[in-house]
């Protein structure tokens, strides 16, 4: 039986000559095994703690010699042994909670003097260095030569780049990674994201820069990247749209979209309300969505996209006389706030709400309504802005929708009165 983790052995007669412990630990890897007593030539169990200043390890006998455990905290990896003689407490940390419990159980029948068929005893002999030094926390891998084909990453990770791998797909064995806090696979073949990126529980940031990505799945944005994801780099890829649900990445403060396919950008983005940091230059938006508005950012980049000429009287016109019942069904729904969800009304339905539009009388129009485009200066939304164009500007086209016919032609006289083009 062996259990990779942080020791510290405290010996608790240090308060009585006024000196206290370090408190810390170090990585060790302790080991339950035999040994012969040199003094009675008989072969006891014994606990040995190697460590890298002590790769030969310190024995410490178990049978009749553990004065209590301490396992209050077992679940976090951590509990401490206090022996007899020596007069210690062996204190363990970092270790896995599963591996702890059973090291645990076997120095528990140890101590009782069970019988040596039923413990899971090891080799008392000293570790190799590798298996004593501290946890890996970052790796870089740059090289495919470098890349690791047989081994695994090391459990302990928490920030991971590979680039320059030639790599087409995910590797299962980075998402086994439950650490980690950034993903760097930049400059690789990947074309599809696997969903369980989302299990990765501590991740906080994705750069995915120049792949070959063609989507952005729902999955991985209703998963617990809405918790964690606070930078998310998709540029130099070939992305034509996100999901409607990519906005439940609220946490999400730095964006980067350049140089991609994109035709438009999420429609409730507006709902990113931590996300400061917005870059979406070299793509093919035409206009913005109406939602852009909400956003509170620090840098904008929105430079070579074909942004069309706003101008208050093109519009497209999306009206029917009377309203469908459905249309005012869903729109009574929306405005009332009326709960919904699939198990009351069809998915259909629930999907279109979720794109319903905001009227300038503040009303919400779904399926028919009146769509133009105005003008507005990205200073409004960003403290630092980017040119749009060549010419030195920074305003762009940003979607209006408009409930009624009368809505739209209220909207076009005070338009008209202001003189906006």
Same mark, same amino acid.
């Given at each position: 039986?062996?259990?990779?983790?942080?020791?510290?052995?405290?010996?608790?007669?240090?308060?009585?000559?006024?000196?206290?412990?370090?408190?810390?630990?170090?990585? %060790?890897?302790?080991?339950?095994?035999?040994?012969? &007593?040199?003094?009675?030539?008989?072969?006891?169990?014994?606990?040995?703690?190697?460590?890298?200043?002590?790769?030969?390890?310190?024995?410490?006998?178990?049978?009749?010699?553990?004065?209590?455990? /301490?396992?209050?905290?077992?679940?976090?990896? +951590?509990?401490?042994?206090?022996?007899?003689?020596? %007069?210690? #407490?062996?204190?363990?940390?970092?270790?896995?909670?599963?591996?702890? +419990?059973?090291?645990?159980?076997?120095?528990?029948?140890? #101590?009782?003097?069970?019988?040596?068929?039923?413990?899971? $005893?090891?080799?008392?002999?000293?570790?190799?260095?590798?298996?004593?030094?501290?946890?890996?926390?970052?790796?870089?891998?740059?090289? +495919?030569?470098?890349?690791?084909?047989?081994?695994?990453?090391?459990?302990?990770?928490?920030?991971?780049?590979?680039?320059?791998?030639?790599?087409?797909?995910? &590797?299962?064995?980075?998402?086994?990674?439950?650490?980690?806090?950034?993903?760097?696979?930049?400059?690789?073949?990947?074309?599809?994201?696997?969903?369980?990126?989302?299990?990765?529980?501590?991740?906080?940031?994705?750069?995915?820069?120049?792949?070959? $990505?063609?989507?952005?799945?729902?999955?991985?944005?209703?998963?617990?990247?809405?918790?964690?994801?606070?930078?998310?780099?998709?540029?130099?890829? @070939?992305?034509?749209?996100?999901?409607?649900?990519?906005?439940? $990445?609220?946490?999400?403060?730095?964006?980067?979209?350049?140089?991609?396919? $994109?035709?438009?950008?999420? /429609?409730?983005?507006?709902?990113?309300?931590?996300?400061?940091?917005?870059?979406?230059?070299?793509?093919?938006? %035409?206009?913005?969505?109406? &939602?852009?508005?909400?956003?509170?950012?620090?840098?904008?980049?929105?430079?070579?996209? *074909? /942004?069309?000429?706003?101008? *208050?009287?093109?519009?497209?016109?999306?009206?029917?006389?009377?309203?469908?019942?459905?249309?005012?069904?869903?729109?009574?729904?929306?405005?009332?706030?009326?709960?919904?969800?699939?198990?009351?009304?069809?998915?259909?339905?629930?999907?279109?709400?979720?794109? %319903?539009?905001?009227?300038?009388?503040?009303?919400?129009?779904?399926?028919?309504?009146?769509?133009?485009?105005?003008?507005?200066?990205?200073?409004?939304?960003?403290?630092?802005?980017?040119?749009?164009?060549?010419?030195?500007?920074? #305003?762009?086209?940003?979607?209006?929708?408009?409930?009624?016919?009368?809505?739209?032609?209220? /909207?076009?006289?005070?338009?008209?009165? @202001?003189?906006?083009?």
């Amino acid at each position: 039986m062996k259990l990779q983790c942080d020791v510290e052995v405290v010996n608790r007669m240090l308060p009585t000559f006024g000196l206290k412990s370090r408190g810390k630990g170090t990585r %060790a890897v302790l080991s339950i095994g035999k040994h012969s &007593d040199k003094t009675s030539q008989r072969s006891n169990i014994y606990m040995m703690i190697c460590t890298a200043k002590d790769r030969a390890g310190a024995k410490y006998k178990l049978k009749d010699n553990i004065e209590k455990f /301490f396992t209050w905290f077992v679940e976090d990896g +951590k509990a401490t042994v206090r022996l007899k003689e020596p %007069a210690v #407490d062996i204190c363990l940390s970092k270790a896995d909670a599963n591996s702890l +419990k059973s090291f645990l159980s076997a120095a528990r029948l140890a #101590d009782r003097g069970s019988d040596t068929s039923s413990l899971p $005893l090891s080799t008392l002999t000293p570790v190799r260095a590798r298996d004593v030094e501290q946890p890996k926390k970052k790796l870089t891998i740059v090289s +495919k030569k470098d890349y690791p084909l047989t081994s695994n990453f090391p459990y302990s990770l928490e920030q991971l780049q590979v680039s320059y791998c030639k790599l087409s797909r995910v &590797d299962m064995r980075m998402l086994s990674l439950k650490a980690l806090r950034k993903l760097d696979l930049s400059n690789n073949h990947i074309k599809k994201l696997p969903a369980t990126i989302g299990d990765l529980g501590c991740l906080s940031e994705l750069i995915l820069h120049n792949n070959h $990505l063609e989507a952005f799945s729902e999955a991985l944005c209703l998963s617990t990247l809405q918790r964690t994801l606070q930078l998310l780099d998709l540029s130099q890829n @070939r992305l034509q749209s996100l999901p409607a649900q990519f906005c439940q $990445l609220r946490e999400l403060v730095n964006l980067n979209l350049d140089d991609n396919e $994109l035709v438009r950008l999420p /429609f409730h983005i507006g709902r990113l309300s931590r996300l400061r940091f917005l870059s979406a230059a070299h793509n093919q938006l %035409a206009e913005l969505p109406g &939602d852009f508005r909400k956003l509170s950012l620090e840098n904008l980049d929105l430079f070579g996209n *074909p /942004f069309i000429q706003s101008n *208050p009287l093109d519009h497209t016109m999306q009206l029917t006389f009377p309203l469908p019942l459905q249309e005012l069904a869903t729109r009574a729904v929306a405005n009332l706030r009326i709960p919904y969800g699939p198990h009351l009304i069809p998915a259909h339905l629930c999907r279109d709400l979720e794109v %319903a539009k905001t009227c300038d009388c503040g009303r919400v129009c779904v399926s028919f309504y009146i769509k133009t485009a105005v003008s507005m200066n990205l200073h409004k939304v960003s403290q630092t802005v980017v040119l749009v164009d060549d010419m030195g500007g920074t #305003d762009a086209p940003v979607q209006q929708h408009f409930c009624s016919l009368s809505c739209y032609s209220e /909207f076009l006289d005070n338009a008209l009165q @202001r003189g906006i083009r």
